[in-house]
């Protein structure tokens, strides 16, 4: 069976500028990737490929086999929800679900119900607060039954009470539905909760592509004395490291067991890992605050 999202070389230029290139994963059946990255790192573009808004200037791009530009049929097994939820805005709730029914061919009238929850079906969708647009979104974009689920910076507008509503009827739906669901987000703490994979984009291309645990568990911070590097058993590569003083920390990717007693290991956290791939690999040392002179104000 063909993955939910395939790209094999993919790469979108506009102007000259390269906003992504050489670009190529697989997204398994069933998993909850995180897409993550810094402000232009081409998270849009992909999504915008995937759905064939975008034609590749390099490369391919397919959802189930298909070529979503080419074969309409790959376009009914996508659900996606852009960013800022875009709607009809004159429109009713009710009118919303009733032109999603009339434009969706595997209509799932009792999910999307079920997924909207409390909210009216007489509203405007133009007096929808951030929360309830993005919830009725994402209803419409389930409730095609879609097998690939896509999902553009979802929780940039919404305050923290209202992203974890909206997380949990995604983890529903999600759940209902079976769909191998991505996630775009420049926020690490909006995935990390969610996701059990992790694709991370930089310099236009596709820097990790690893699940959670698999992260988690060949990454460690190393602390030990400031000296020259040499070669450190159980270390395949230094990520990025610092210093302070005579102190000298490593975040390393392992490739088996760390045997030097000179260095201290710790595990580190998801949005730790991922902002030190985003970051510079050589930080400058920690500057000591200037000291502040005291003013009288008498």
């Not at 939910?4 to 906003?19: D, N, Q, V």
Request: proline share 7%.
């Amino acid at each position: 069976m063909s993955a939910p999202l395939e790209t094999a070389a993919l790469g979108k230029r506009f102007r000259g500028t390269w906003a992504l290139r050489d670009c190529t994963l697989t997204i398994p059946p069933g998993t909850v990737v995180g897409l993550t990255g810094p402000n232009g790192a081409g998270k849009s573009t992909l999504l915008g490929l995937a759905v064939g808004l975008l034609e590749p200037s390099e490369g391919s791009v397919r959802v189930l086999g298909r070529d979503p530009r080419r074969d309409v049929r790959a376009l009914v097994e996508i659900g996606y929800v852009a960013q800022d939820a875009p709607l009809y805005r004159s429109f009713t709730v009710r009118e919303m679900l009733d032109f999603a029914r009339a434009t969706n061919v595997r209509w799932d009238e009792s999910l999307a119900a079920e997924l909207l929850g409390p909210l009216a079906p007489e509203l405007r969708v133009s007096t929808l607060a951030p929360g309830e647009r993005s919830r009725l979104a994402l209803a419409l974009a389930l409730g095609k039954r879609p097998r690939l689920l896509l999902l553009d910076e979802p929780f940039a507008r919404l305050d923290p009470l209202a992203g974890r509503a909206f997380l949990q009827v995604l983890m529903d739906g999600a759940a209902e539905t079976g769909a191998a669901t991505m996630i775009a987000s420049r926020v690490v703490t909006d995935i990390e909760r969610a996701c059990d994979r992790i694709v991370l984009l930089g310099d236009g291309g596709v820097k990790i592509d690893a699940a959670v645990e698999q992260l988690l568990e060949s990454h460690r911070l190393l602390t030990g004395v400031r000296r020259p590097m040499g070669r450190i058993r159980g270390v395949e590569s230094i990520v990025r490291q610092s210093h302070s003083g005579r102190q000298l920390t490593l975040l390393v990717r392992t490739d088996g067991a760390l045997l030097d007693p000179s260095w201290s290991a710790e595990e580190i956290g998801l949005e730790e890992l991922l902002l030190a791939y985003m970051a510079p690999e050589d930080l400058p040392a920690p500057q000591p605050p200037e000291p502040s002179r005291l003013r009288w104000h008498g």
